[in-house]
């Protein structure tokens, strides 16, 4: 869904004057100052998908006082589980235990997981190491779309693209 005509570090900057005014727009002494700054933001933002972009635009706003840096507004765009369709941290752990290879996610984690030692520990502990895993496992390969080039794209729960 990404176009590369547009360009994104125009898109943040408006929006982002519109959102935080002064807070953001002061930051730029110069015309020159706010074009390297879109250009920036630009190449740092050319593999993400717009519609992500749009709605991490919009978490900024819901929640952030101030604007983010690049990294930071990177890392809010990495989708959740929720994003992505994914089974809920505790349905995918169920499904770990059931060697459930519906998502190549938890084949991956059986790998790198201890499922014995998740096994015997209590239902919390196992729950809490798992969820970690599992935030992790989904944030590496979103990061490693992104260092490859790669476009990242995800499907939007029927509730959220009713709410937007």
């Known amino acids: 869904m990404t176009n590369k005509n547009i360009n994104k570090g125009e898109i943040i900057f408006l929006n982002f004057v519109a959102i935080y005014g002064p807070k953001y727009k002061?930051?730029?002494?110069?015309?020159?100052?706010?074009?390297?700054t879109e250009s920036h933001w630009s190449d740092a933002l050319k593999n993400i998908d717009l519609d992500i972009i749009k709605k991490t635009i919009l978490r900024c706003r819901d929640t952030l006082e101030w604007p983010p840096s690049i990294a930071e507004f990177r890392k809010l765009c990495i989708p959740t589980w929720k994003d992505l369709n994914f089974p809920s941290p505790q349905r995918a752990l169920q499904l770990l235990f059931c060697n459930d290879d519906r998502f190549p996610i938890l084949k991956k984690m059986r790998k790198d997981l201890n499922l014995t030692q998740l096994r015997m520990a209590k239902q919390e502990v196992a729950q809490k190491i798992f969820n970690e895993a599992y935030e992790k496992s989904i944030g590496d390969e979103i990061l490693s779309k992104w260092e490859n080039n790669e476009q990242i794209e995800f499907e939007e729960p029927k509730r959220l693209t009713e709410l937007l």
């Open 26 to 36: 002061s930051a730029f002494a110069t015309q020159k100052l706010m074009e390297l």
